[in-house]
Structure formats: C-alpha cells, structure tokens
C-alpha cells in the first residue's frame, strides 16, 4: 500500500491550494525533505462549471475549469504532489497511522488526512465527523463539517475549504486549504511556518 506523508480528498480550489502550498516546502528545512503528497480528485468541483470574474490574481472571463486546469499543473511542478481520480469512501485510523479507501478498491496510508470534497454532501465514513448545514452558503441543503480552531476534526485530520465552512467563493476555499497546509507544516517544523517561492 502506498504511503504519504498528506492525502488530501477533494481535487477543487481548497485541496490543490493546500496541495500546493506543501509541495512548495520542498527545500525549506530538513523537516520538508522526502514529503509526498497525495490529492484524490473525484472530478466534480462545482468550479468546473464555473465563469470567474472577481478573483483576485486571475484573469476575468478565466473558466474554472482552466483555472483548476492551471492549479494542478502549478502543484505538480514540485515533484513531490500525486493527483489521482477517485473518490473518497472511508477514513480509518489515527495520526501517522490513517488508512484512506476509496469507492474503486484502492486504499493509501497517511499520516495526515485532509478533508476537501465541497458543501453538497458528505458520504464518506470518518469518525468523529460531525455534518452539519453550511452557516455560509446562500444556497439550501448544502452541508460542512465542525471544525476546531485549528481546522481539526481531530489530531491528524483537517477539513479545509467549503466543506469547513468558508463561504462559498475561490479566494476563501484556496485560503482555507492554504491555511491548513501552513498548519501541517508549522507541526513539523516545530514553529509558526510560513512557506514562500523566492525571486
């Protein structure tokens, strides 16, 4: 069974922008070297159908599906980010020891799990989850999960995004998935970590 350091469900704005920002440690510390992460991506981001007008560093009349396009590929240019299609089913296990299944049989082990998948529902089996209707959408029977502070549902497993209960825009979900990233990284490092691309 293939094993990484993150696996991230959700392949939307939340998940890459986190996926992003931890490929991006590479090179920043020796608590960084030989990460591997790992994006499940179902294919069925909202942000597919998408028009964007009002995101702040993106061109307006970008589609979402070229922005998520452009996301991905910004992700895997660190070597150290796997994107693969497939669902999330179950979640079991604790930190340094979880065990992701997904719906086509595969099953990848982690030591950190991030929770991605967007505010139309939340099927997959994960204990200590809590669903609940999302406090930031305008729109009814969408859903997020309750989060500590910190965005842990518990030690080792985060929600980020829409499913966190941003509201629902671009910017919001890429700075909760970039915020969790920054999270994941700071346990690691031992300190308040920040991660920047240098000119």
């Known amino acids: 069974m293939e094993r990484y350091d993150v696996v991230i469900a ?5 998940g890459l922008s986190c996926a992003l920002t931890l490929g991006s440690s590479k090179g920043k510390g020796q608590w960084a070297e030989g990460r591997r992460f790992l994006v499940i991506d179902s294919g069925k981001s909202d942000l597919l159908k998408a028009m964007l007008n009002n995101v702040p560093g993106i061109p307006a009349g970008t589609t979402g599906k070229k922005a ?38 595969n099953a990848y082990e982690s030591e950190i799990v991030v929770l991605a998948t967007g505010f139309h529902s939340f099927d997959a089996d994960v204990a200590g989850v809590r669903v609940v ?43 909760s998935g970039t915020q969790v990233a920054c999270s994941i990284l700071s346990g690691w490092a ?9 000119v």
């Not at 910190?150 to 825009?169: F, P």
């Open 10 to 14: 959700g392949g939307g704005v939340a």
């Open 190 to 198: 031992g300190k308040k970590t920040v991660v920047h691309d240098r």
């Open 68 to 105: 998520l396009e452009d996301l991905k590929a910004q992700a895997l240019v660190y070597g150290n980010v796997e994107i693969v299609k497939g669902s999330v089913k179950k979640v079991e296990g604790a930190k340094s020891a979880f065990t992701v299944h997904t719906e086509d049989g």
């Open 133 to 175: 209707p999302h406090a930031n959408s305008p729109k009814e029977g969408r859903v997020m999960i309750v989060v500590n502070p910190d965005d842990t549902v518990r030690e080792g497993l985060y929600v980020a995004g829409i499913l966190a209960g941003v509201s629902t825009m671009y910017a919001t979900a890429a700075g």
